[in-house]
C-alpha cells in the first residue's frame, strides 16, 4: 500500500512539475519577458526576428526598465539595433536609472550604432539619476570617435 501511494504522489509530482515548467516556458516561447532583451544582448539577430513574428514588444523591459534597444546598443549589435528601430523601438525610453540606448551606446563606444540611435532622435545630452550624459561617459571610457560624434551632433 505505502509503494502504490508514493508511486500515486510520484506521479503527481512529476505532473506539477510539467505544468510549472509549461507555465514558466509558455510566457518565453511567445516573447515575453526577457526573451528578446536576451536575445538582442547575445547578438542572436535570428532570434529577435522570430520573436518579433511571434507578437514580442519591441520595448519590452527587463525589471530594470531595460529594453532591448538597450541591451544590443551596449553590445554593438548593429544589425538588431536597427532592427528594432525600424519596428517603432523608443530610441528615448530610459531606464529606473535614467540610461537610454545612446547612454549604453556610448561606453561600448560603436560608432555605428551610435550613428544609429543619433539618425532616429536619440536625445545627445540625456542625462542619467547620476548626472551622467552620453558625452560624460564616452570621455570616461576613452571613446574620442563617438566623443566627436556627439559634440557633432549638439552634445554639450
Known amino acids: 500500500m505505502a509503494f502504490m501511494k508514493s508511486r500515486i504522489l510520484s506521479r503527481k509530482g512529476v505532473i506539477i512539475v510539467i505544468a510549472l515548467v509549461l507555465a514558466l516556458w509558455a510566457p518565453v516561447s511567445r516573447g515575453e519577458g526577457p526573451d528578446l532583451i536576451m536575445a538582442a544582448y547575445y547578438g542572436e539577430l535570428s532570434k529577435v526576428k522570430q520573436l518579433l513574428a511571434a ?4 520595448d519590452v523591459k527587463d525589471k530594470n526598465d531595460i529594453t532591448p534597444l538597450m541591451a544590443a ?34 561606453i561600448k563606444g560603436d560608432p555605428e550604432v551610435t ?19 552620453p558625452l560624460i561617459l564616452a570621455n570616461r571610457t576613452n571613446h574620442p570617435v563617438i566623443r566627436e560624434l556627439l559634440i557633432a551632433a549638439g552634445a554639450q
Not at 507578437?55 to 519591441?58: M, Q, R, S
Not at 550613428?115 to 550624459?133: F, H, I, P, R
Open 73 to 106: 546598443s551596449l553590445r554593438g549589435h548593429l544589425e538588431i539595433v536597427e532592427l528594432l528601430l525600424a519596428k517603432g523601438a523608443d530610441v528615448n525610453a530610459r531606464t529606473k536609472d535614467g540610461q537610454t540606448a545612446l547612454i549604453y551606446a556610448s
Open 55 to 58: 507578437g514580442a514588444k519591441v
Open 115 to 133: 550613428e544609429a540611435l543619433l539618425s532616429k532622435g536619440a536625445k545627445v545630452d540625456a542625462m542619467d539619476n547620476n548626472g551622467k550624459t
